[in-house]
């Protein structure tokens, strides 16, 4: 990070701080998210955690985080928050139309910004910037960020730590994804700093209702499609799935991940037909860039392995013309 220095001279005394994350919130927007909001409330500061949509159940259990403002349920103290606010952290977000009218906010306001976050082709909004792509989760950065670029890895306390392995172990599915010898060095510090893995692994994966099981039966039986002349799998969800499995936020997790398991599949596809549009989930193996086809093609992005985006199209239009694409694709498929 430029200008580590000065930053710290900002932080060197209390601040009014907010701490903002993506839509639909996964584990690492709220791990990295709650693990600097602990961070920087034992230096003295005031630190308030923004999100435009609500967070996935799965992570309730974890501390502090019923005090998340959530925009679309309490847009006016969010208001207050950024208003009031010295400093804004973007954390695991590379633009403010992530944060959708969150963004608009944090543009005006007359705040330094900082930005702590792992995808790719990050805009030009932070006064001060930590980007890597090729960093496994920004949990694994904001490990980094305060341990390194502030010297105070002292001060990571177990609460901190558990929210940074929180986001570090959903990035990567357990490290399955992104792994590398410095993200294992970091668990390790963390299970040194009294981490209990196994009881974060329990508490993130195996909490599941019953309609999740029902609904991934389903998903598998009567929704996937395998073209194996691209080596590709889909996945689509209709607005009826939807009613009859009462979906909300949080229960399509991970299930675009079962495709990959099939032996010879490079490229998974997860879409989703909600009340105005229409989402898709994309993950690949090895050296095939779902960024690309998402950002081109779906109005998104993210990783070379798993990103997203979205269409205006209506489901069927979105499913074909999703499989048009292949053909362009078939070479970088089945090499």
């Known amino acids: 990070m430029e200008n580590i220095n000065t930053l710290k001279n900002i932080l060197a005394t209390p601040k009014k701080i907010v701490l903002t994350s993506h839509r639909n919130p996964d584990g690492d927007a709220i791990g990295s998210s709650l693990a600097m909001c602990h961070y920087l409330r034992t230096l003295g500061h005031t630190a308030d955690i923004v999100v435009p949509s609500e967070y996935p159940d799965f992570l309730e259990w974890m501390p502090n985080i019923a005090e998340i403002a959530v925009y679309d349920l309490e847009k006016e103290r969010v208001k207050d928050l950024i208003a009031e606010a010295d400093i804004v952290f973007s954390l695991d977000y590379n633009d403010l139309d992530r944060i959708d009218k969150v963004g608009d906010m944090v543009k005006k306001a007359d705040v330094t910004k900082v930005m702590i976050d792992h995808h790719l082709q990050p805009a030009d909004f932070a006064d001060f910037m930590l980007s890597e792509p090729s960093a496994s989760s920004t949990c694994e950065l904001v490990y980094e960020f305060i341990s390194q670029h502030l010297d105070d890895k002292d001060k990571i306390d177990l609460k901190t730590a558990e929210a940074i392995m929180t986001g570090i172990l959903t990035d990567t599915n357990s490290f399955k994804y992104s792994t590398s010898p410095k993200l294992f ?21 195996n909490s599941l209702k019953q309609k999740n099981l029902r609904l991934l039966g389903h998903c598998l039986h009567n ?21 009859d499995f009462d979906i909300s936020r949080g229960d399509t997790e991970g299930i675009v991940n079962y495709l990959l398991k099939i032996r010879n599949i490079r490229m998974a596809a ?28 779906f109005r998104g992005g993210g990783h070379r392995n798993a990103s997203g985006g979205a269409s205006f199209q209506g489901l069927r239009s979105t499913l074909r013309r999703f499989k048009e694409l292949l053909p362009h694709y078939k070479e970088e498929l089945t090499a």
């Open 270 to 297: 997860f879409v989703m037909e909600q009340p105005t549009i229409v989402k898709i989930s994309l993950r690949s193996k090895g050296d095939f860039s779902v960024q690309q086809i998402a950002q081109k093609h």
């Open 185 to 205: 060095r970091i668990v390790a510090d963390l299970i040194e700093l009294g981490v209990d893995d196994y009881l974060l692994q329990d508490l993130i994966f």
């Open 223 to 243: 929704r996937m499609e395998i073209l194996d002349e691209y080596n590709t799998g889909i996945i689509f969800l209709t607005k009826e799935d939807y009613a």
